[in-house]
C-alpha cells in the first residue's frame, strides 16, 4: 500500500551511492598517523581526501621559545628518517642571516653525512615500498643495508637517529681518525648492497605488474601541486636544488639527476634507486677531495642574528625542503616556517588516486615517500 | 630448472648458519659501544679531590631543551679549609632521563667538565619514578663511565678541585726607600 507506493516512487531516483571507506588513521600501510578518505564507486577510487594533523607537535611554534641551539633538536624530529638534512637547513638559515663563512672542512663533513642519510633514507622506502606491494623481503635487505650506515652515524655524532650534530656555523665535532677508512669499506659495501636490491626487486614481473603505469602524474600537473624531489622527477621535469640552486659545496662535484618519463609508481621507486648510486658517488668524490682544517666558524655562544630574514631550500631526500627564518635580533627567532616537501607532494595523491583501483590506493601512497613528522611538522 | 637448483642450494646453505639473532639481556651477546656513543648524561667525579666536578652553576638546567634536569648547589666545606679550590658545590641534582633526549646540549655548555654523555642506555625500571635519577645515581653513572674510558677533563688545569701547591714562604722583596725592587 503505502510501502507499494514509496518503493515505486524511489524507483525512478535509484541509483547507486559512492561508499565512502576509511583508510587510516592506524592502518599499518599509511606510514604513520595519516587518513585518507576514499570514495568508491565498486573498485574504483571516485574522490580521495588526505586528512592530517595527528602527529602536530607544534615545531614552528616551539621554535620562537627555544634558542638557536635548541632548535636543531627539533629539526631533527622534522624528518626522523633524514635528520641531518633538516638540521642542515635550518642551520643553513642562521648562517645566511649572520653572515657566515663556513669552513670547507665543515662543508665537506656536512655533505658526506646528508649524502649518507639521503641513502639510509632511500633504503627505508625501498624496503618498506616492497612491503606495500606485497614483497616480504625487500624490507630484510634494506634494513640491512641502512643498518651499516645507521652504525657509522653511531661513530661520528654519537646517536643513531637523532644526532643534533650540526651547528650554525660548522658541526659540532670533527670525524673520528678511521673515518676515512671506515666510509670507503661503507660504499663499497653499499655499492653492492644497492646492485642486489635492484636485482631483487626492480624487474620483478609482479612488481611491475602491480607499479607500472599506476598512478601516473604529468610533469606540469605535478608542478601545479608544488612536487619536489623524486615525485617531481619521475614525472620528467629536471629540478634538483643541489644543482638548479647549488648550495654549500655541491657545485664541486659532478653528479648526474636520474629524471624519469612516465610519472608512474615504477618511476618514482627507480629514480631513488638511481639517486642511491649518484649519492654515492657524491661521496666518494667529496672523500677524496677532503682535506683537514678547522669545523666550526666563530660564533658566539648565544647566537644572534641581526634582524632580518633568510630563506634558504636545500635538496632532502623528499624534495625541496627550505625554512624561512625571521629574526628580531634576539637570541630565539621571531619565526621559523619549514616549507616541507612531504606536505606538498601528498597533495597530489588527490590527483593520483582519482579512477585508480583501491588496491592500488596503498602502493600509489607508499610511492611518494611521505614522512608524516614533516608533514604535521 | 637450473634457477630453481641455485635457490634450493642457497636455501640449503642458509639453513646451516648459525643464528644471528640472540637472547636479549645476554652479556656476552651485546653489541660493541661506540666510543662516541652518547647515553644518559651522567656527573663526573674529580678523583684528584675527591669531590665531583659539578658546582650547580644551573648553565646546564638553562640550556636542555626539555628542562628535565635540575640542581642546587651549596657552599663547598672544603674550600673554607682550603682542601679545594670549589667555592661552590653541587648538593642535588636530579634528570628525568625518560624525557631526556640524550641531545648532549648540556655537555657542551659545561664549562667546568663536570657533566658527560656516558654510555648507560637502559629505561626500563620497576617503578614508575625509576628513571628520575638523583646525584648519587648520576655519580655512580659517571664513575662507572670514567672507569671504562679514558675520559680527562678538557682544561684541568682550570677544573681540576686540587689546590696549587703552595710554594715555602717566599723570600720577601727587601725594601728600599718605599720602592719595591724585584
Ligand atoms: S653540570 Fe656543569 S653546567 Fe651543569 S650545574 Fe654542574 S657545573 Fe653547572
Ligand atoms: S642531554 Fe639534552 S635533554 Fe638530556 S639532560 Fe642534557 S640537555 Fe637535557
Known sequence: M????????????????????NLGPQHPSTHGVFRLVLWLDGERIVRAEPHIG???????????????????????????????????????A????????????????????????????HMLFYGVYGLDTGAMTPILYGFRERERIVLLFEAVTGARMMHNFIRVGG?????PEDFVQRVNKLTDELKRGIEECDQLLTNSELFLARTKGVGSI??????????????????????????????????????????GSNGDCWDRYYIRVEEMRQSLSIIEQAVKQMEPGPIQAKVRRIARPPKGEAYVRTESPRGDFAVFLVSDGGDKPYRVKVRAPSFANLQSITHM????????????????????????? | MLGNLKGLLLTLKVMRREPVTAQYPDPSKRLPIDKRFMGFPALLWDNSNDEPFCTGCMV??????????????KDNPKFADGTSRRRKIIEKFEINLSRCILCGICVDVCNFDAIEMSHEHELSKFERNGARAALPQLLAMGKKYQAETTWQPKQPEKNLGKPPEKPATAPQPEKVGGVVTS
Not at chain 1, 507506493?5 to 571507506?21: G, I, P
Not at chain 1, 623524486?230 to 614525472?235: D, E, F, G, T
Not at chain 2, 646546564?60 to 648547589?73: F, G, K, N
Request: charged residues 25%.
Open chain 1, 54 to 92: 595527528y602527529l602536530h607537535r607544534g615545531s614552528e611554534k616551539l621554535c620562537e621559545r627555544e634558542d638557536y641551539t635548541q632548535i636543531i633538536t627539533l629539526f631533527d624530529r622534522l624528518d626522523y628518517v633524514a635528520n641531518l638534512n633538516g638540521e642542515l637547513a635550518f642551520c643553513m
Open chain 2, 60 to 73: 646546564c638546567v638553562r640550556a636542555c631543551p626539555t628542562q628535565c634536569m635540575s640542581a642546587e648547589m
Open chain 1, 2 to 21: 503505502v510501502n507499494i507506493q514509496t518503493q515505486a516512487s524511489n524507483q525512478d531516483s535509484l541509483q547507486a551511492v559512492d561508499m565512502m571507506l
Open chain 1, 171 to 175: 658541526v659540532k665535532q670533527d670525524l
Open chain 1, 218 to 259: 604529468d610533469g606540469p600537473t605535478a608542478r601545479d601541486y608544488g612536487c619536489t624531489g623524486p615525485v617531481l622527477r619521475a614525472s620528467g621535469v629536471k629540478e634538483d636544488v643541489r644543482v638548479s640552486e647549488p648550495y654549500g659545496i655541491y657545485d664541486r662535484f659532478e653528479f648526474g639527476i636520474p629524471v
Open chain 1, 94 to 121: 642562521a648562517e645566511k642571516l649572520m653572515g657566515l663563512e663556513v669552513p670547507d672542512r665543515a662543508w665537506y663533513v656536512r655533505s658526506i653525512l646528508c649524502e649518507l642519510n639521503r641513502i639510509a633514507s
Open chain 1, 353 to 377: 588516486l582519482r579512477d585508480a583501483y583501491i588496491a592500488d590506493a596503498v602502493v600509489i601512497l607508499g610511492s611518494i615517500d611521505i614522512i608524516l613528522g614533516e608533514v604535521d611538522r
